[in-house]
């Protein structure tokens, strides 16, 4: 009996301690648990950052708007652009508040209606709600829904507007800082926005449309997924500078009967842009253009004698277009290749002046731009590029129709053409600039005297013969060179000009004094670099002129141009300079139309510096 029991507890001993072990061994396993970790934690998330200014960003944006009509307000479709400042307080979920203005022309009569706003957003990241946080990932998908309040001016008066908006944004990541988004949406508005007949407070207006914008975030988050990106995660790194001028012309059958060469007018534009990845860039432009596109027939009547004319369009705003790198695909995936072909397409905004008799059609205008860019890198970081384009320019003009007491309003579209030839300047990688900063204690101030000679031709916006007029001019500059980045000059230029009045050519002499402030975009985008041959200076300033024949006149304008050096010697350089000028009325023309004045330059010469 007493071995009996001995064995019972020796046996009960041994399975305890075996349960122990094991106990021991598992403790803290759960397969459910384990299931749902997998489950709900997507192996990109990571930890949010709750600190307040790593996640405030701010934004700009643009885009267009189509109100629905309700009785006779019936409204064209209209930009809207804004800023806008937000903060993410939660993985998931962000605030933004929005300043945004824009507006609207009524199609019978095309009066503008125009408006100014503040909005308030909540924005919910499906994405980050799906898959858990993480701000690096190239594409993310968010809701939004907010609140705002509108204030609306037409005809002299003015109405106060509460509304409600929903929408989505589509948002792609391609850089450390910055966003880039599509976000179209959906507005519901208290009644009086397009200043309709009002019966009933619960009336309701109603918006629809879409707009592009671009984030900044003040934390860095390097994008992940299977998009090759570039190097530098600063907002500077991979951008470009660039400036082009060139020829424009309509396709009309106005300017065929014109002739295609003498319907010719300027182009000029300055761009600064960002390649977001490898193949893919943005571009914003500042533009301004001119063409001849009409003969205008006057007939005589007993008050007035007839005449015959020459009208110009000028066009003046800005464009937005994404570049595409069609070599990319072909050439290995260089990223600095020495030959490149982009493909452009985007939008432009602008202000549209057209003569037009005594009823010259001005106001803004919409259009859609697209173009090829050939591009050939031949130093470093500076390529010079040969760029023709076409866009369609879409305008409203009031005729002399009308229906309910108002001039009927039609819509028009002008098809422009222009090629420019340009040169472009990209920011240098890290390594280079870091590398070239040291240079700069070797920089030491300079003066610097320079001489040119070259032709100028006036733009004039009325002609009376299809015929351009070139004249000499000389020009001599004396500066200093203050830092790698900015100097200034003083200038002298002389030469005669011709213009064409109703009586004839009219030809003057002109001597004229200017001021200029020159930035040296090549150290700016590059950094300085003593033994550098190329250089490109962008400069502006003011200029005074005195129009010299039977009585003089004086008139003060400003200028603005660019200048591209070829160092020779370590004190000579020989450089190419074009030019425009800008003065207020009646330099070229005592009757001239609505208008400014302008006078192109070219120059070409030599700069010694001591």
Known sequence: MRRLLTGLILLTTALTATAQQKDTTNI??????????????????????????????????????????????????????????????????SLRTTLLAGNFSRKID????????????????????????NPGRIFEFSTLAGLGYQCSSFAG????????HLGMQLKLHPTSHVDFYIEPRFTILTDGIDHSFQKNWHKYDMTYGAVVGMNYRFKAWKPFGKIRTLEGDKFMDNTFISIAAGGQFQASRLTNEIGLTKSIGPHFSLSVGKWLIPALGLRLSGFRSDDTWHKK????TDDNPGEEFYEMSTYTGGRLEGMLDATYFFNGHQLHPRFSAN???????????KENGYHPAKG???????????????????????????????????????????????KYTDNLFNINIGIEIQRANEENRMARSLNREV????????????????IQVKRYALKRYFDYQAIITAGRIFTPLSSLRLGIDFGPFSVDLKEGEAKYNMPSGSLDYMLNLTNLMMGYDPERKYDVQLFAGIVASMRLKQENSFFIGGE??????????????????????????ELLMQNNVQGKDIMMSLHTGTCFSF
């Open 28 to 93: 803290g396993f759960d397969a459910t648990k384990r299931a749902f970790v997998k489950r709900y934690k997507h192996p990109d998330a990571v930890p949010f950052d709750s600190l307040w200014k790593n996640n405030v960003y701010i934004s700009i944006l643009g885009g267009m708007d189509k109100m629905i009509p309700r009785g006779d307000a019936d409204f064209n479709i209209g930009p809207v652009g804004g800023i806008a400042v937000g903060w993410q307080f939660a993985p998931s979920h």
């Open 110 to 133: 095309n009066e503008t209606l125009t408006r100014i706003g503040l909005q308030t957003d909540y924005l919910l990241n499906v994405t980050s709600f799906i898959s858990g946080y």
């Open 157 to 164: 008066t003015t109405k106060h507007i509460g509304e409600l």
């Open 297 to 300: 027939e006057i007939v005589a």
């Open 343 to 353: 493909i452009l397409a985007g939008g432009e905004l602008g202000y549209i002046k």
């Open 364 to 410: 803004g205008y919409t259009g859609f731009t697209g173009g090829v860019q050939l591009k050939y890198r031949f130093a470093d970081e500076i390529s010079l590029f040969i760029e023709p384009r076409t866009t369609f320019a879409s305008y409203s003009l009031k005729t002399s129709e009308k229906e309910q007491g108002r001039n009927v309003a039609k």
């Open 443 to 458: 920089f030491t101030p300079s003066f610097f005297v320079s001489g040119g000679i070259g032709f100028s031709t006036p």
């Open 560 to 585: 603005a141009g660019l200048q591209a050096s070829y160092q020779v010697s370590r004190r000579f350089k020989v450089f190419l300079e074009p030019k425009i000028r800008i003065y207020g009325k």
